[in-house]
């Protein structure tokens, strides 16, 4: 398999070249020709030309016509048909597609070529009249909307008020004259419309054809896409000119699009619709039911067999699931496109995994395939399952329709693209977007809403294709809601829901609650996703841990795979209200003995943590850092205890009796010795005040209580029978004379402990590295550290001297956009500074000891791209949230591939 990567990866460096030039269509068109796929025959028009051609506001490139027409000669002589010929007349399409797939984001012009002279000619070949009126006001149509900007309403209106005429319900029920009226009326539209004939010359159908499609490169619809997709504006599109086939002959043709697996589940299905008697735009559209591509099988054996075989072939030769446009002319199988699908997170792992099982690709590969924000889908709300028997009982499930996007969305709804958009923007609302079927210029709402909800639409229509994409829950083709826009409501079963009103969209199962129903973060029990990071693990260097305070957090983080706690906050326990009173109480001491009292209440709740913690982690490394935060944080805030005072003396004027007085005074008086302690240890900058190691080594007894707490717990735990590994990490450490006098403080406690139960603990003594100075002299902080752990946080804050706190909500914002930082540092590391300083306290630290562990903690650790820096430095590990945990290991297999 290396072998086949290897090839692979040189195929692919030419292969990009040959996608940059020919768009992602023609280069698969024409490959599609080389490994003898049936392809109607054509050419490609290079994005060069339309680069060129859109830089010079508007003339073709040198030469380029010429070329264009001896690529015509060609086509000619091979079809034996002649374009514009009234004997023989060749029908071509002109087709639109950049480097990157942007599905209905440009446009594309069908049957060129067709005038009065050549349309008799194809009534008089075909011997179908119908088919050929059809195909006419079909070039009439698009050449009006896409070319010359006729709004494709005036046209469809045309259509409905013939169909209202005839009596019948659906297109297909209209026969030739009807058509043959249409156009005529298309024409009149045409010509009243863009104040021109329509063009009876196919050379210049053709040229204008492809002028307009190389202006659709800057259409809104494409820049916005471009935009929400990442995709550079300076590509261009190329353009494609292909004879056509067609599938609106008769009930012997056909049209479609088909994923050669589930799109949805990754299952190893093709699905796809198609249409009998139609052509291309149509199955996208939903102007008609498609059907589903089963019936295929059943209708026409034969070509569903043919198409199957050469769906396979094309996973085959692509090694990637497919996503396929067809044509079916007279009963021959005609490929018009093919390219990577779209899929789910789900469906990207599944496939990614089976398709190493069936031998097609390496694991690598597939490791490689799947991104770690596709991981995080994973870990996505979904409703919370008593949430939804409780809908069902009370009756709010409203419909259900097919589930293209799975998880789980509740919002207000919002009947069009701007509303969920200002909505959702403007006024911070949560927005379920409802269309009867969304079109490209809807995207912006889509984007900006929590879910899509549509009343038509299959599949691969392209609210699922967009919805997916970008990760939003949603569901289509909900054929019980009737949308009435002048009213801005909908029905479902005679219930009217109002724009505004909440519900509920379930993208996974593909139902719709009334109302807003609660959500869960589901377990990642999907087994190939398990597959699939087990692959990851054989692939990193770096080790994941996980940041975890109580039991709980740590069997979270174990079964995500965590293989370490990197960072036990031991101050949150004294949080929790029947500790908090203790605490307080040593904080507001002066006498030591009060102090050592309130400190032995607290210690059996630390020592019965720490043992929930070693025994969850059974011998697994456990980071214990030793209490952090400034005091005050412990102690009620210094405002809201001024004010509190002063309600309290107002109270004395109105003391109804002497008790009462009494009992006021007292909490006064209570009070004030409070507020007195409150502003002694108020600092003007806390984040650099009395705080981490300082705390230990103003108040060693806090040491010495949390130290004893562990070891008490270990010495528990190892008599249970268990494992311990307790790693006690001193936060803040600037100088490595903290380090020193702490750890006098804290083996004389541990010897202690030890000495007290007889049992020898194998414990380690390591210090965080978050203040520069640390960093800059990690030599030194070697000597006495067994390990240390990067608080990039604080390294960060200290670093650019920015106070996090304030700054995310401050000017980092305009620094972001204005662009004077590239990056929020705070999400993903500075590489140039702050991670200069990792690599100096990398290289310093194993000077001195080369088997220093070092790890790092905090936000960063869970952020892919801090998470390779990590890898190129060679740290130990990353410790992380354990929600980020399967992230963290497939971005660091990603970072060592
Ligand atoms: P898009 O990028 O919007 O899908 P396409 O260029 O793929 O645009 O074309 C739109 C539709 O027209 C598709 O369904 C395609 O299969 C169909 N089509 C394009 N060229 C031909 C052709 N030469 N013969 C028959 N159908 C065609
Ligand atoms: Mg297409
Ligand atoms: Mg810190």
């Given amino acids: 398999f290396d072998e086949i990567d290897a090839a692979l990866q040189y195929a692919n460096d030419d292969w990009e070249k040959v996608r940059g030039l020919l768009g992602g269509k023609g280069a698969n068109l024409g490959e599609m020709t080389r490994i003898n ?194 995709i550079p504006h300076n590509l261009g599109t190329a353009v494609t ?13 056909a049209t479609g699009v088909a994923l050669t697996r589930n799109g949805t589940t990754g299952e190893n299905v093709i699905e796809g619709d198609y249409l009998v008697n139609a052509q291309g735009e149509d199955v996208v559209a939903g102007i008609r039911q498609t059907q589903n591509l089963k019936d295929m099988s059943r209708d026409m054996p034969e070509t569903y067999h043919e198409f199957e075989r050469i769906a396979k072939n094309l996973e085959d030769h692509y090694r990637e699931m497919q996503d396929v446009e067809f044509t079916i002319e007279k009963g021959k199988l005609w490929m018009l496109q093919t390219r990577d699908g779209k899929r789910t997170a789900q469906a990207a792992v599944r496939i990614a995994v089976e398709m190493t099982m069936e031998g097609m690709i390496s694991k690598k590969k597939a490791v490689m395939r799947v991104t770690p924000e596709q991981v995080d889908f994973f870990l996505h709300p979904q409703f919370d399952p008593t949430s939804l028997k409780k809908a069902e009982q009370d009756g709010n499930k409203l419909a259900s329709g097919l589930n293209v996007s799975p998880g789980a969305a509740v919002g207000q709804v919002a009947f069009d693209a701007d509303i969920a958009q200002a909505w959702a923007t403007k006024e911070n609302k949560k927005v379920i977007m409802v269309r009867p079927e969304t079109k490209p210029d809807d995207v912006h709402g889509m984007l900006a809403s929590e879910g899509i909800l549509t009343s038509r639409g299959g599949r691969t229509s392209h609210a699922a294709l967009v919805a997916r994409q970008f990760g939003k829950p949603a569901v289509v083709g909900v054929s019980d809601i009737l949308i009435d826009m002048s009213n801005r409501s909908m029905t479902v079963n005679d219930l009217e829901i109002k724009e505004g009103d909440w519900i509920s969209v379930d993208g996974t199962s593909g139902d719709i609650y009334l109302g807003k129903l609660s959500t869960i973060v589901p377990d990642i029990k999907d087994p190939w996703l398990i597959k699939l990071l087990s692959w990851a693990d054989q692939f990193r260097h770096l080790g994941v841990w996980a940041n975890a305070d109580y039991p709980g957090d740590a069997k979270r983080a174990l079964d995500y795979g965590a293989e370490g706690i990197g960072l036990c906050r031991s101050e949150h326990m004294f949080f ?66 001024l004010k509190n005072l002063s309600d309290l003396k107002l109270q004395i004027r109105d003391a109804a009796t002497l008790k009462h007085l009494d009992d006021l005074l007292e909490e006064i008086r209570a009070k004030e010795t409070l507020l007195k302690r409150v502003e002694i240890l108020r600092e003007s900058n806390p984040m650099l005040g009395l705080r981490g190691v300082r705390l230990g080594i103003v108040i060693p007894e806090l040491t010495s209580m949390q130290v004893r707490a562990i070891f008490e717990a270990a010495c528990m735990v ?155 430095l060679k740290l130990t590990y990353v410790s992380c949230s354990p929600f980020r945990v399967p992230i963290a290991r497939l971005a660091a297999a990603h970072a060592a591939i």
């Fill in 241 to 253: 000119i292909q004879a056509m086939v067609f599938g609106n002959i008769g009930n012997d043709c």
């Fill in 576 to 641: 929790e209200t029947e500790r908090l009173p203790h605490f307080r109480k040593m904080i507001m001491t002066d006498f030591p003995l009060e102090r050592r009292e309130s400190l032995e209440a607290l210690l059996p709740f630390q020592r019965e943590d720490f043992a929930g913690l070693f025994r969850v982690m059974d011998g697994k490394s456990v980071v214990i850092r030793l209490i952090d935060p400034p005091l005050h944080e412990f102690l009620p805030d210094h405002i809201q205890l």
């Fill in 37 to 230: 796929i049936p392809v109607p025959p054509g050419f490609t028009i290079t994005t060069e030309a339309c680069i060129a051609y859109l830089d010079s506001s508007g003339t073709f490139p040198d030469r380029m016509w010429e070329q264009v027409q001896d690529g015509l000669a060609d086509l000619e002589k091979r079809l034996y048909k002649k374009f514009g010929d009234p004997e023989n007349p060749l029908l071509i399409s002109c087709r639109s597609g950049g480097k990157f797939s942007m599905p209905g984001m440009m446009d594309t012009v069908l049957n060129i070529g067709l005038n009065d002279q050549t349309l008799a000619r194809l009534i008089a070949m075909s011997r179908n009249p119908r088919f050929a009126y059809d195909s006419f006001r079909r070039l009439i149509q698009m050449f009006g909307n896409v070319v010359m900007g006729i709004d494709d309403a005036l046209f469809e209106d045309i259509i409905s008020n013939k169909r209202l005429q005839a009596g019948v319900k659906h297109d297909t029920e209209l026969d030739a004259d009807h058509w043959k009226a249409v156009c005529e009326k298309f024409k009149t539209v045409f010509s009243r419309q863009s104040r021109h004939p329509f063009p009876e010359d196919p050379m210049e159908q053709l040229k204008r054809s492809i002028e307009a499609v190389f202006k659709s490169w800057n259409g809104k619809r494409a820049i916005d896409y471009r935009n929400a997709a990442n």
């Fill in 718 to 872: 190892i008599r249970e029978g268990g494992y311990v590994k307790p790693k006690i990490m001193i936060p803040l450490t600037s100088h490595v004379n903290e380090l020193k006098q702490q750890r006098q403080v804290l083996e004389d406690e541990a010897e202690k402990v030890m000495h007290e139960h007889d049992i020898r603990v194998d414990y380690s003594f390591g210090t965080m590295i978050e203040l520069p100075r640390a960093a800059l002299t990690a030599d030194q902080i070697a000597e006495h550290a067994s390990f240390v752990s990067f608080g990039t946080n604080d390294l960060t804050q200290t670093t650019f001297g920015i106070s996090r706190d304030d700054a995310e909500t401050g000017f980092l914002v305009q620094y972001m956009e204005s662009g004077i930082l590239p990056e929020n540092p705070f999400e993903t590391i500075d590489r140039e500074g702050v991670g200069r300083l990792l690599q100096i306290a990398m290289e310093k630290g194993r000077s001195v000891r080369p088997d220093l562990e070092c790890g790092i903690c905090g936000e960063h650790g869970g952020d892919p791209q801090s998470i390779h820096l990590c890898h190129d």
